[in-house]
């Protein structure tokens, strides 16, 4: 039995799947054969995969509150409102302040896929476990990169973009790599439906460099809701579970007071129990 964890990420939303995982590390589950990681989803499952209980969380209750991390500080400092840098190396990297276990990551029998989105062609691309390395976490700076908030990053050779912007939910993914089935976690309530919102200004300002990516980040809604309603198929098949918060607890993707935060996060490590069950079935 294969069985594929997909994380969707969601910004400061992916604190509800930094509550699901402390969860599985407390009982020891490790339910799948490999995961797929989108966005924030990405760092947060290479936590997990790592085996570093308790990481996740205080990337999202701790750090953001610093001036390096996000807002007029880097914006001024670096161009980025989202300093990706001070996230992924000024603080994961070795001897710094919390550094990602690089060695654990690449011992683990779980393998790993990340999702990013090409910046010049619009697609998304899909690199291996083995892109993340020791003193180089670039790919989950990829990954994460939203556009305007960040600049693209540089990932052998391609400029990438936050992969949420072309495959969001990606469990098509997950069935084509040969999973038999597949747990998504989600960050916003199961029926919750996108809207294009600021996606339309987002997709004006990028696509005066980059085109075909501003088309994708105009279409973003539109492919998030159709992922979301094709799941439903294999739901009903038994071969899917969506694990999703009620509500948001007041998170949003840059908007992160610590009560909030620990809400949210207090859903996901309830929630998680759900896991236990379908891999019963």
Not at 26 to 43: L, R
Not at 177 to 183: L, N, S
Not at 215 to 237: H, I, S
Request: aromatic share 10%; with cysteine; net charge neutral.
């Amino acid at each position: 039995m294969r069985t594929a964890l997909i994380d969707v990420g969601g910004g400061m939303r992916a604190v509800y799947g930094a509550g699901i995982y402390d969860f599985l590390m407390d009982n020891d589950v490790y339910p799948f054969t490999f995961g797929i990681g989108v966005s924030a989803g990405a760092a947060d499952l290479a936590t997990y995969i790592a085996r570093q209980r308790g990481r996740v969380l205080r990337f999202y209750e701790i750090y953001p509150n610093r001036k390096e991390y996000m807002g007029l500080w880097p914006l001024l400092k670096h161009g980025t409102f989202l300093n990706l840098k001070y996230i992924y190396e000024d603080l994961s990297n070795p001897s710094m302040e919390d550094p990602f276990d690089t060695a654990a990551f690449h011992a683990s029998k779980e393998d790993m896929v990340f999702v990013t989105t090409d910046a010049r062609t619009g697609e998304p691309v899909y690199f291996p476990k083995s892109t993340l390395k020791n003193g180089d976490l670039r790919i989950l700076e990829a990954s994460s990169a939203l556009p305007v908030a960040c600049k693209p990053i540089e990932i052998e050779g391609r400029l990438c973009y936050d992969g949420g912007m072309t495959d969001p939910i990606p469990y098509m993914k997950a069935f084509e790599m040969g999973a038999d089935k597949v747990i998504v976690i989600l960050t916003k309530p199961r029926n919750f439906h996108r809207t294009q919102g600021k996606d339309k200004l987002i997709a004006d300002i990028i696509s005066k460099k980059y085109p075909k990516a501003g088309k994708a980040m105009e279409l973003r809604a539109e492919t998030y809701n159709r992922q979301l309603d094709g799941m439903k198929r294999y739901e009903d098949e038994g071969r899917l579970l969506v694990i999703a918060p009620d509500g948001t607890c007041g998170v949003t993707t840059l908007r992160h007071r610590r009560d909030d935060i620990l809400a949210l996060y207090s859903k996901g490590y309830k929630d998680a129990e759900k896991i236990i069950s379908f891999l019963a079935l």
